[in-house]
């Protein structure tokens, strides 16, 4: 842990969610990660995968915060596998203001189960 990502946000709500302090659909968990569907599908197939310890965004990493985020992403796929998606989806990261982050709570979008326009 670090000092700039090191605590949990009281105003966050993805960090009352890792808590319990607010209700979610999770659909995995580790000692490590949590993901559960977001409350407000943009996609037939949206869940959200999130570090458990508070790290604002990408634009906020740290480089003792590497093994975490190689962990996030190396489970991405086996969430979408499990929620059905065998044969791909896509993977989203909204970073900043600018970038469309609403909430300040690192966090890997996860959408499928429809096609998907090609970007
Ligand atoms: P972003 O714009 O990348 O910060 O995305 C935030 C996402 O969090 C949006 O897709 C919201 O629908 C979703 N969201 C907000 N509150 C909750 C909640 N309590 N449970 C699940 N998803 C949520
Ligand atoms: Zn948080």
Do not use: W
Request: charged content about 20%; glycine content about 8%; some cysteine.
């Amino acid at each position: 842990m670090n000092g700039v990502n090191a605590m949990p946000a009281p105003d966050c709500i993805f960090c009352k969610i890792v808590n319990g302090e607010l209700p979610a659909e999770k659909v995995y968990e580790d000692d490590r990660i949590i993901a559960f569907k977001d409350i407000s599908p943009k996609a037939k197939i949206h869940i959200l995968a999130v570090p458990r310890q508070h790290i604002t965004s990408l634009a906020t990493l740290q480089p003792d915060n590497s093994a975490l985020i190689s962990h996030l992403m190396m489970q991405l796929s086996k969430i979408a596998r499990e929620q059905g998606l065998p044969e791909g989806f896509r993977t989203v990261i909204n970073t900043g203001p600018a970038g469309g982050q609403l909430v300040n709570h690192l966090h890997a979008h996860i959408l499928g189960g429809s096609k998907l326009t090609v970007m």
